[in-house]
Structure formats: structure tokens, C-alpha cells
């Protein structure tokens, strides 16, 4: 069993800045993909970013420049560093773990982003 506990929601005004952060219950860095995703109002939960065991990363098209994700092993923590917020960032993000091998995943509670003025 693993646990995500994200913090670093909050309100910001458009262009601001925010660093998300998931403490993971034990060391799962080496097996598992870790991945950020949110959530609007109304909307589909939609995949922003990810990290692989080795380092890589990837994010969705709409982040690409702004967001960066990045991990601390020593930690067991995985962090989103917001910038250039925008209003359309506005939603609830949540951490997610997932191992193919077998297949496993969890998920962390969210946290609540509103970009606003």
C-alpha cells in the first residue's frame, strides 16, 4: 500500500506562481511513474504531467514551458512547480502512481488550484 498526500493549493492571480508537492508513504520512485493530473468543474480529469523512474518527463501540450515537475528521492516527494498561471489552470490536481508490473496505482486527495483575479 502506498499513500499520496499532495499539498501547495491555493489562490494565485493570473501569472503568479504555485509548487505543488506528493509525499509518497515509502521509497516507490524506482518502479513507479509518477504523474500529476487535474480536474475542472464539469470537466474530464485530464493527464498534465509525468515522471518516469529514470527522470523523464513529459507534459500536455497546454503546460509545455510553464509547469515542470521534478522529484526528490531523499524525500520520497514529487513536486509540480507552477508558472505563468493562467485561469483555465483552475482545478483540483492530483498525484498519481502507477506501476505496470504488476499493475498497480494510487492515488493522492488533491488540492485545490483557483487562478483568479
Known amino acids: 500500500q502506498v499513500q499520496l498526500v499532495e499539498s501547495g493549493g491555493g489562490l494565485v492571480q493570473p501569472g503568479g506562481s504555485l509548487r505543488l508537492s506528493c509525499a509518497a508513504s515509502?521509497?516507490?520512485?524506482?518502479?513507479?511513474?509518477m504523474d500529476w493530473y487535474r480536474q475542472a468543474p464539469g470537466k474530464q480529469r485530464e493527464y498534465v504531467t509525468i515522471i518516469t523512474p529514470n527522470g523523464n518527463t513529459n507534459y500536455t501540450d497546454s503546460v509545455k514551458g510553464r509547469f515542470t515537475m521534478s522529484r526528490d528521492n531523499a524525500k520520497n516527494t514529487v513536486y509540480l512547480q507552477m508558472n505563468s498561471l493562467k485561469p483555465e489552470d483552475t482545478a483540483v490536481y492530483y498525484c498519481?502512481?502507477?506501476?505496470?508490473?504488476?499493475?498497480?496505482?494510487?492515488w493522492g486527495q488533491g488540492t485545490q488550484v483557483t487562478v483568479s483575479s
Open positions: 498519481h502512481a502507477r506501476r505496470r508490473y504488476p499493475t498497480l496505482e494510487y
Open positions: 515509502r521509497n516507490i520512485f524506482s518502479i513507479y511513474t
